[in-house]
């Protein structure tokens, strides 16, 4: 790594504070920041415009980017403002203490805007992540500070001349280290956040198939961060012939101990391939059921109708049966079962039952709903009314609350009469009439002889 050669600007800066062309670098200092930020609020209001007129009403990251535009703009304008004052001989040594600032605005806002579109989940920041970003700022800050005093050839004159390991001709100094960790974790940022940024894009397009949406993002985005990691170490000086010995140690650490971790990332691809999933589909596996939110290469998230989520390795839904009500049609049967007595109009309580669930919201036109006889019953007539609804991943149960209510109106109203179950009572009578018996055989013996009574 070869130092830098800068000149301390505080003295220079000191000595242009008293020169007659100060107001100039002040005023084009002001009127770079204006305008950038001008500039940078026009685009963010075109872009919003833009979105909303395509029908688009999700801006994340908007406010974000323009917030690293407007520093940028005003690096730009400072330059200019820079040429156009030594042109006309003046002094620029104001505006050059003034660059290096809004260029740390530049790397703070622009890590910032990357780090949270990548670790960021669902808008919700975490603590370590928040206070990793005032560490982040507070050594690009600092770095500022040594810039502008001219400290940083000696910097860089330390890292360079601290040696961490020395063989034969071979050495490893502290400012390589460091400039190979700087390298993969910004390629690396850089490819997480393509591939977030692709994956964003693919999901939006909707005339392709959403499980081979995932897939497709998936394998971006492990080709990104290979190709990151592989840049990464041929920067950091590293030959990438010693990668044969990992992964031949890795072909090993597969065929003993993640068998099963290799397996799930193999069956998460197999499943997004041949779309026997996809996201939004209603499944049942094993003892769980609920619809398919996110298919990922190692496991799949499954959203009951309770709202609790399970996440379920995907060799389960490779290795064993999975009922998928919505593979290749979305409707699906529900019904209710009531009895109604003996004597019923059949041909009048069937239609108007019918009646009842085809007026219901959610239940489908076609097909159309109907009613069967299954048995006769003790109690009466067993009929099933089946229905059909479009949007299974939001449950039955209120659809056949509310037609269970519009029957019950029809009974309250007597339209419909409900069979009772019939009770046996001849064997009950029986033996309540030996307890009669039993207790009024001595009242009327007693009345048959007085005489016994007296005595």
């Not at 001008?38 to 209001?45: T, Y």
């Not at 390589?176 to 994956?199: K, P, Y």
Request: include cysteine; charged fraction near 15%.
């Amino acid at each position: 790594m070869a130092p830098l050669q800068i000149t301390s600007l505080i003295d220079d800066l000191l000595d242009d504070l008293s020169r007659p062309g100060m107001p100039w670098q002040v005023g084009a200092i002001a009127a770079s920041v204006l305008i950038g930020w001008l500039c940078a609020g026009l685009l963010q209001a075109w872009w919003r415009g833009r979105r909303t007129a395509q029908g688009i009403t999700r801006h994340e990251g908007v406010a974000s980017l323009t917030r690293v535009i407007a520093p940028l703009l005003v690096v730009g304008l400072l330059y200019v403002s820079t040429w156009l004052l030594a042109t006309n001989r003046f002094h620029t040594n104001i505006v050059k203490v003034a660059i290096p600032v809004f260029w740390s605005l530049v790397v703070i806002r622009a890590a910032f805007f990357l780090l949270r579109r990548v670790f960021a989940r669902h808008g919700q920041l975490g603590e370590a992540f928040v206070t990793f970003e005032k560490i982040f700022a507070l050594l690009v800050w600092a770095a500022v500070a040594l810039y502008i005093t001219g400290k940083w050839p000696d910097i860089f004159d330390f890292l360079d001349s601290t040696v961490l390991y020395k063989k034969g001709r071979n050495q490893v100094v502290l400012g390589d280290v460091l400039q190979a960790v700087v390298s993969i974790a910004v390629l690396m940022i850089l490819a997480l956040w393509a591939g977030a940024a692709l994956e964003e894009r693919l999901m939006g397009v909707h005339a392709l198939h959403s499980s081979l949406r995932v897939a497709l993002a998936r394998v971006s985005r492990a080709v990104l961060i290979i190709s990151a990691v592989l840049l990464s170490l041929s920067m950091a000086g590293l030959d990438l012939t010693v990668l044969s010995v990992f992964g031949g140690a890795l072909g090993v650490g597969l065929g003993l101990g993640l068998q099963r971790i290799a397996s799930n990332y193999v069956s998460g691809f197999i499943i997004l391939l041949e779309r026997s999933l996809s996201i939004g589909d209603m499944i049942s596996v094993d003892k769980y059921s609920g619809k398919v939110t996110q298919i990922n290469t190692r496991y799949t998230v499954l959203q009951g109708l309770d709202g609790v989520e399970t996440v379920l390795p995907n060799e389960m839904l490779i290795s064993g049966p999975v009922l998928n009500q919505t593979l290749s049609m979305r409707a699906v049967r529900a019904g209710t079962k009531l009895t109604v007595a003996y004597g019923s109009d059949l041909d009048q309580v069937m239609p108007l039952l019918v009646a009842q669930a085809a007026g219901t919201p959610r239940v489908l036109e076609t097909p159309a709903p109907g009613v069967s006889l299954s048995r006769f019953a003790p109690e009466g007539y067993e009929l099933d009314l089946g229905f059909w609804i479009g949007d299974p991943e939001n449950g039955s149960g209120g659809v056949v609350s509310e037609i269970n209510r519009k029957i019950y109106g029809l009974v309250q109203a007597g339209d419909i009469k409900l069979g009772i179950p019939a009770l046996d009572t001849r064997l009950l009578d029986a033996h309540i009439a030996s307890v009669v018996a039993r207790i009024t055989q001595p009242a009327q013996n007693s009345l048959v002889n007085p005489s016994s009574t007296a005595n």
